[in-house]
């Protein structure tokens, strides 16, 4: 039953250190603030995907209760005021028409004339949609290191969610190595580092300004050698338009050929929910320039904008491998879409 029609009622190898300056001295602090957090919350119960979508629900349900309590039956009207609330959510254009079209279609055929038939015939177009995304991620057994080469801009979460797959692969019984491919912020090694601590994981690292190339090349190596089975490389989070940085994801790309000529074997895009079509965009720019095989799209938990997975689906059609739900260490899961469009309607 739709939530809305209730919720009225109630309203290392190596290592490097940062400059020492105050604004670097600011960022590593709220780094490892970053790192301790979601180190604490990991102790606990991993949080619930229906808690953590509260927000987006909120965006198209809630506001919908006034306008559906106390009616008898669904009319044109109610869809159309839903179509504005997919839109708030950031479903986008495409995937809110191929809801609303299907919602009318079924309502000209009276098989919608209750609540109850809205919320099944929305739950099952959304799975729909979303359905050619759920892929998990699957290691090659028969690849030793399977390297996952993360990419994406600042402040998306990348190397905190690096931390928390690192942690999902050790549950699944995978030994595990961190590549500190990102050179160019000045803190971002003290903090994979923090999360080789916490995960104990080896970090492979060189100093500040050093060569990723250089740097994810040596760790593949010393995985090689060592019989590791994963290789989770960080890279400088960087624009989409940064066009010679991007030139750097390209370079680091053609020297892991060099030792394996379908690595990286995951390309993986993190990318903030929050940022609503920006991100779209910028998930765009990014599988143009290097090609992505995944995305992990991270802190659903805190925004109403949830509704750009089916933006993703609609548009990209790439694999979502992960969804970002809360700040503890277990917090990064899998995407299922049953469970997602479940959670948000219920």
Do not use: Y
Not at 72 to 100: C, F, H, P, Q, Y
Not at 240 to 262: C, F, G, S, W, Y
């Amino acid at each position: 039953m739709f939530s809305f029609i209730k919720r009225k009622s109630r309203k290392v190898d190596s290592s490097t250190t940062p400059a020492n300056t105050p604004s670097a001295s600011r960022q590593e602090d709220r780094n490892t603030d970053s790192v301790q957090s979601s180190a604490s919350a990991s102790e606990s119960k991993p949080v619930g995907l229906s808690s953590s979508l509260a927000k987006t629900r909120r965006g198209f349900a809630d506001s919908m209760a006034d306008f559906i309590l106390g009616k008898k039956s669904i009319n044109a009207a109610m869809i159309d005021d839903l179509e504005t609330r997919l839109l708030s959510a950031d479903v986008g254009m495409d995937a809110t028409s191929t809801i609303i079209d299907a919602l009318h279609n079924n309502l000209s055929r009276k098989a919608i004339n209750n609540e109850a038939a809205l919320h099944h015939t929305l739950a099952e177009v959304m799975k729909l949609i979303l359905q050619p995304c759920e892929q998990a991620l699957i290691l090659d057994e028969n690849t030793r290191p399977f390297v996952i080469l993360v990419v994406g801009i600042n402040g998306t979460g990348k190397t905190t969610s690096i931390g928390k797959l690192a942690n999902f692969f050790k549950q699944q019984g995978k030994s595990v190595l961190l590549a500190a491919g990102d050179t160019f912020r000045a803190a971002a090694v003290e903090q994979l580092q923090e999360w080789g601590k916490r995960n104990a994981v080896p970090v492979v690292a060189q100093g500040t300004g050093a060569d990723p190339a250089s740097v994810i090349f040596d760790a593949v190596e010393s995985a090689s050698s060592k019989k590791i089975d994963v290789v989770i490389a960080d890279t400088a989070g960087r624009l989409h338009t940064q066009d010679n940085l991007m030139e750097e994801l390209k370079k680091i790309k053609r020297v892991l050929a060099k030792i394996d000529p379908n690595a990286p074997h995951e390309t993986l895009l993190v990318m903030d929910a929050g940022f609503g079509q920006n991100a779209l965009h910028q998930a765009e720019q990014f599988h143009h320039s290097i090609g992505l095989t995944g995305l992990a799209v991270t802190k659903l938990d805190g925004t109403a904008k949830g509704g750009i997975l089916f933006s993703i689906a609609e548009t990209l059609k790439l694999p979502v491998r992960f969804i970002g739900v809360g700040e503890g260490i277990n917090d990064l899961r899998p995407f299922h879409v049953d469970e997602f469009v479940e959670a948000l309607l219920e």
